[in-house]
């Protein structure tokens, strides 16, 4: 008996450690451990505390919890230019021996001489011609493996590694705190629905049916064996881009989400459509001005400006009017990406 | 202590009948009361006996189980018109006054004039042109409130009861039993899905976000106030009919279905896609057999083929060929109503 006080005495310092790394000390650590403390930051927790609280007015019933969230410049890297272009102009050269018109057929000669000034001059016909020419006229079963292959191997010609490891680490783990506490995340991209979907899952933990973004038509065709297949003909069916985010977001949910993040002009109309829901809502917009760590780019460091892709001055002045939180990547991220030492 | 030897034995029966209630045994319960035991039954807890059970070959991760029903004559009686239509119809009644051209347009003025001999021999043409005028030109948010007055005090013309009390109970037991096994159920229609949006978590227990439906194009616009309204212009975006469904289908959700259930060459696409995907898939298609306690139609019935809602011979010989349930409403289901006596 004896022997036994001074062990538990000893112990009594590990077993209060023990009782502080249960559940109720759990619950109280950081959900946002790549977040600084900030405005930014304090305006997530405060909308999941408000919405999730059943005694709170701004309660959210758990059916009507919905996140939106832009991609290219939100969740992940798209300056210099979108993955999804990057992929684009790779497959037609890929694609080029089977199209031997292309060598003297603009958009696509320019592609394949290599010829980055020019290219940087594209317009959105242009652009639009060599999405067609590469992500249409096959059967969506066939499309995936082509994307999952380029993605295994390509690699961004800054960090030299796979482009789905250019996503934001913040922004994941706000993704998974809205999920832990009920809400379903979707992305909403000017992207392709199609090319999001082959990795979502795997990136962000976002299953195919809470991917929205430009679609090409889809056409239910009979294969030689009589098996029915879904084709995409050269035909697109929605754009996800400006107003099309709003209207997309209503066909796939029928309702205002509650929350949206964005960090272009092209997401404007969708952080306003959140914001005219009902209840305590959440918009917010990435701010590049990390040169250092991403870059920076946007009116604030008087870099030109483009259709789609850019915090303009004009979308953050609607911002502040509106009361939408502008995140720096530069004051409010701790780290931008997942393996930064 | 005596007195007590009787009473135990006399609770005895009690107590273990009490135990026969309690959960073990509540989950040998029928969870298709409302089903006649048969082959369509024997298939529906078949398919979810082998894709629910992690040690069978056919097993579905739960993420992936996805169950897709028609409604018009599948979930709901159909017969002799669509209930949209009957709204429709009614709603040109109500909107008249305000469209005194009408009197002297067709396909308004045989509507307005009640000529239901007429009205049968409408076009595809006339019933999207009525459709139009009394779903497009709003608000998405004006819509709702229309629809739901409207399903509150109609009563149909038989049964003297509202609308959405004709829904089959053997589906809703079907619906609710997929649910109970990790299945989410969408409602896969050719009527418009922002017509069974407005009721189908009241009647189905299933959100918006998991309808698909035909659906007219949406506008993102600005109202006087400069708040952002979505509008819906007078131009078809999703026809939702034979191959609409597994265009569609993708579109939302991305993958093949686990399930469908169909009634009429509508869904035959729907069916074939769902059978398309790898694993174990059930294929069901309602037979309107039952004169007496709902209708009979379609081939067997010698009755005239439309477009669109009906069980032709031709679909009917399809699912023999493919291994698809046929389910007699008159056979398969002990009742048809949850209001039967």
């Not at 919890?65 to 684009?88: I, K, N, S």
Request: hydrophobic residues 40%; contains cysteine; proline residues 7%.
């Amino acid at each position: 008996m004896q022997k036994m006080h001074p062990m538990s005495s000893r112990l009594l310092p590990v077993l209060l450690l023990l009782c502080c790394l249960a559940s109720p000390a759990q619950t109280k650590s950081d959900p946002l451990p790549s977040w600084n403390d900030g405005a930014a930051k304090q305006a997530i927790l405060n909308f999941v505390r408000v919405t999730t609280d059943a005694s709170n007015p701004s309660f959210v019933p758990p059916e009507q919890r919905f996140a939106c969230f832009d991609q290219d410049g939100t969740t992940w890297v798209e300056h210099p230019m979108y993955t999804q272009l990057v992929f684009a102009f790779q497959r037609i050269v890929d694609l080029a021996p089977q199209h031997p018109e292309w060598k003297t057929t603009e958009p696509f000669r320019t592609v394949l001489a290599g010829d980055k000034a020019a290219m940087e001059k594209f317009s959105n016909k242009d652009f639009e011609a060599i999405l067609t020419a590469t992500h249409t006229g096959m059967s969506v079963e066939a499309f995936t493996p082509i994307v999952n292959k380029w993605l295994a191997n390509a690699r961004d010609p800054r960090w030299k590694r796979p482009y789905t490891e250019l996503v934001y680490q913040p922004m994941l783990e706000v993704m998974e705190y809205l999920r832990a506490n009920g809400y379903r995340t979707y992305i909403v991209t000017g992207g392709g629905q199609d090319w999001v979907r082959t990795y979502a899952q795997q990136v962000y933990g976002i299953p195919p049916e809470q991917i929205i973004g430009s679609a090409y038509a889809l056409e239910y065709q009979y294969d030689a064996s009589g098996a029915g297949v879904l084709i995409r003909p050269p035909k697109m069916l929605l754009n996800d881009n400006f107003s099309g985010k709003p209207e997309d977001i209503y066909l796939f949910i029928g309702r205002h989400p509650e929350a949206a993040f964005g960090n272009s002009t092209g997401d404007q109309q969708m952080l306003e459509y959140t914001q005219a829901g009902s209840g305590a809502t959440l918009e917010m917009i990435v701010l590049h001005d990390d040169a250092q760590r991403e870059y920076a780019y946007g009116p604030a460091q008087g870099l030109p400006s483009t259709d789609v892709g850019t915090f303009t001055q004009a979308l953050y002045d609607e911002g502040k009017t509106r009361g939408w939180f502008v995140i720096s990547m530069k004051n409010d991220w701790k780290r931008i990406f997942a393996w930064e030492r």
